[in-house]
């Protein structure tokens, strides 16, 4: 009669604690899961301290580079800005001096360009045989009297930006005469070569007809000012990289892997100023006969593209998204395989994801981009893949990781290459990796005891 009656009493108090404990386990299963995913969140941020750092490692190597551009500059010559030829009527009585600028200019010439190696920096400089021709026809100078212009003093003027890259003296010819030209300092234009021409060999009466040669040195870029009334200017070069800058598109040209040849086309109708000037400036306009240079110069940069710099910011800048996808996977597979990975081994794997574009920026400065990315992301899978596959203790696992990796490495290099669809590709991609995410969590039991 004992027996019966504590068995009667014992059960139903087990029957209660059952679920209680159960939900006891579950509770804290629930909160180390919570605990890890929060730790995890933690090692994350972390980790974005040293990718910042990568980063202004990128920006100081880009800045070291245009250091070794400006050594070399200084030492072979700046980018070149030809303008001219023009007349120079200088002004009496604090009256500014008169440009008066030629009927037609052509210029030819063709460009050499080289690389100049500066540490582990390459820099282009190039050498120019430019040929200017055309008509210097001035208009009636009947209002350009003696009492405000001195027309004695009547000035062809060149202008350069560095003359350090004349290789040879340079001399104007005119109606069949010579003219040796020399350098001095103007006060709109600032370094000219300059030589006196009498007046009456460029009135409108007399087809005064010029021609001066004009051997070159300079580096990165060459520019032109549309000064004739008419402009035609036609480079060819060996260089295979240009890019045509200023406010005039070449009207015919042609880009191969041995160089390029343009031309451009340009009329008095097409740019802010006439045929007369008083004031050149860099920027802006400072009234009816002033010319804003940087308004209307037009020309070609032929340097090396440094875009591995910011090829490799922009690859930093997706750092986060990598550590967030590759925590993310190893740990649903934590969960899945019941192989617990401790806080440490997530931190050497962000680590080793970080190392990645420490690899790609050192590469990059001795070989093309693409090598480079492919050296340092197989480097990184192989280092990831073979240390979960010591983790896990299952090759197949670990491989689907580093699959996985893969797919992600390809997807930011052809992101790398876009630039029109690069925000559309980029958000369908991660719309993407978000849904598979999604679909993923929904198989963890996050309460399972």
């Known amino acids: 009669m004992t027996t019966e009656t504590t068995t009667a009493v014992t059960t139903p108090q087990a029957e209660q604690t059952r679920p209680a404990t159960q939900e006891k386990s579950r509770m804290k299963r629930s909160d180390r899961m919570l605990l890890k995913l929060l730790i995890i969140g933690l090692i994350s941020l972390i980790l974005l301290i040293p990718q910042q750092i990568i980063l202004h490692v990128v920006n100081e190597r880009k800045a070291t580079s245009v250091e070794a551009e400006e050594e070399v500059e200084q030492m072979w010559s700046a980018p070149q800005r030809v303008i001219g030829p023009v007349v120079r009527i200088p002004g009496k009585n604090y009256h500014k001096d008169v440009y008066l600028l030629p009927e037609s200019l052509q210029v030819k010439g063709d460009v050499k360009t080289e690389n100049r190696h500066r540490g582990n920096f390459d820099v282009t400089v190039y050498t120019a045989d430019l040929t200017l021709d055309g008509n210097l026809q001035l208009p009636d100078l ?78 990165e870029s060459l520019m032109f000012l549309p000064v004739g009334n008419s402009t035609s200017v036609q480079l060819t070069s060996n260089c295979a990289t240009p890019s045509f800058q200023g406010n005039f598109l070449p009207d015919e040209r042609t880009v191969t892997d041995s160089g390029f040849s343009s031309t451009w086309k340009v009329l008095a109708l097409n740019r802010d100023f006439g045929q007369s000037v008083t004031q050149w400036v860099d920027y802006g306009d400072r009234g009816s006969h002033s010319v804003s240079m940087k308004k209307n110069e037009f020309g070609v940069m032929m340097k090396v593209p440094v875009l591995q710099y910011q090829q490799t910011t922009r690859t930093v800048k997706y750092a986060y998204l990598f550590i967030f996808l590759t925590f993310a996977t190893v740990f649903f597979l934590e969960y899945r395989r019941q192989t617990p990975i401790h806080p440490v081994q997530y931190l050497l ?101």
């Open 349 to 449: 794997i962000g680590a080793a994801l970080l190392v990645f574009y420490t690899l790609l920026l050192s590469f990059c400065e001795h070989i093309p981009f693409l090598w480079s990315y492919l050296i340092a992301m197989l480097m990184t899978i192989v280092l990831i893949t073979g240390y979960l596959a010591g983790i896990l203790k299952i090759r197949k696992t670990a491989l689907m990781v580093g699959a996985l990796l893969l797919l992600l490495y390809v997807f930011m290099y052809v992101l790398l290459q876009m630039e029109t669809y690069a925000l559309l590709f980029g958000s369908l991609g991660i719309f993407v990796i978000l849904a598979v995410l999604m679909f993923v969590s929904l198989k963890v039991k996050w309460y399972k005891e």
């Open 142 to 219: 009947s209002e350009y009297v003696d009492s405000v212009y001195d027309l004695s003093k009547a000035e062809v003027l060149l202008s350069l930006s560095d003359f350090r890259g004349l290789s040879e003296n340079v001399v104007l010819r005119l109606n069949g005469k010579e003219y040796t030209m020399k350098s001095d300092k103007d006060e709109e234009l600032g370094s000219v070569l300059c030589c006196r021409v009498p007046v009456s060999e460029m009135q409108d009466s007399v087809s005064a007809t010029y021609s001066v040669r004009l051997p070159l040195k300079g580096s």
